[in-house]
């Protein structure tokens, strides 16, 4: 079956026709925010080993008569597929990324590249860019909403779902007509890929996840662009992504309420610089921490309550790396109650090695607790229980921790952010150019010129 009925169909009509002048002001002012979060998560994983790494391929790939796209870690030019990958490993490494909670997915470091380089590539304006990242955000969300919980079990929902989305993102950015989009979303399914085993082993390839779902959606839409057909039932077929994938998925959230209800509003932006899963319990350690008015040494015990499915995740992560140390969750919480923060200057080789952090996460425990774990995915919640050597107890509760749509940051939080991911790298009036272009996206002409400050 090449054409007919069927949900990326109807997924193709509605985002083909969709307009920049059908997007709330409100809506719009959001996708430049992600954005920019997204280009400082970029820039800050430059020197990281995965990126080093990939672009040491680009360099070997001869991209000097296709300079389509910007490569943000190294400056440099190349092809908008190469560019996808660099760009979307990169700013996943640095675990600053956004978040979209209900979904468990990171929409921007697979869907983000893949706007861009699709936009670059065919010289969009700033209005096409916003509109892409729109279309992409909207599809890979409502494919993670589909697949379900138990796909989050095995399947790393940023690396599946994300190819979903990069791919509507440049199909949307080059302009294809719904068959075509359909296509492409056939072909980013039938390449989604992602496993979690990586977390167990220590490995790299969570920023391969992300550079590849990139690189797979563009393709798939560059390809569909040409002619090359997908699965037109990719979604609902017996042989499709989510029942390959899903024992618990959900079609209808492909394409209920499509223009009653965007997904994109509800995505957190992180404020501390460690897995998600850890953020309400770092932000309940944070609010006992002046309680202790000894400091540490009076801590006896310490109880962490969490979802199930966090320590399904976490629960066998061994600190034995400073980025394996941001999936701990007895580390990011020893550190916030050493410290009073978890940001990016937290996770080194010394700290591992910290002798009151290490002391501290010797006394965590790590329990479910029922009610979190039937609330998520919807929260994330976590308590903190300090049991101090004089008898006393402290305990705090987090459902929405900073950067949550309910506990949003603030612009000014949003570029100080910003400075201390691009600060070792670009210098302040370079950053102050680039906050000032992405904050009026709308008005510009080229995207290809964003970069032209650096």
Known sequence: MINGDSIGQHLGEYFCSL?????????????????????????????????????SLSSELDGSTTKEAFIIPNSSRHTALMAALVNGASSHVREMDDLHRPSIFHP??????????ACEKVHASGKELIMAILTGYEVGIRVALAAGKSHYDLWHTTATCGTFGAAAAAAKAIGLAPAPFA???????????????????????KQLHTGKAAFNGLLGALLAQKGLTGPFRI?????????????????????????????????????????????????????????????????????VYIYKQALNLLGRVNPETPYLAKFHIPFCVATALCYGHVGLDDFTEQRLKDQEICHLISLVSLHEHDTFTRLYPRQWPAKVEIHLKDGRTLEAESHHPKGDPENPLAENELIEKFQALCHEKLDKEIQQRLIDTILTLEKLDDVARIFDAT
């Open 19 to 55: 307009r920049y002048e059908d997007i709330p002001e409100s809506l719009v002012y959001k996708i430049k925010t992600y954005f920019l979060d997204w280009v400082a998560s970029a820039v800050a994983g430059a020197y990281e080993a995965p990126t080093q790494i990939m672009l």
């Open 108 to 117: 921007a470091a697979p869907i983000m590249p893949a706007a861009l380089a």
């Open 183 to 205: 296509w492409a979303l056939g072909s980013a399914g039938t390449q989604a890929s992602g496993l979690w085993q990586f977390l167990s082993d220590g490995a790299m390839s």
């Open 235 to 303: 979604f609902e077929g017996d042989k499709g992504f989510l029942r390959a994938t899903s024992n618990d998925y959900d079609t209808s959230f492909l394409t209920e309420n499509l223009g009653t209800i965007f997904y994109t509003e509800q995505n957190s932006l992180k404020y501390y610089a460690s897995c998600g899963h850890t953020h309400t319990a770092v932000q309940a350690a944070l609010s006992l921490k002046d309680q202790l008015v000894e400091g540490t040494s009076s801590v006896e015990a310490i109880n």
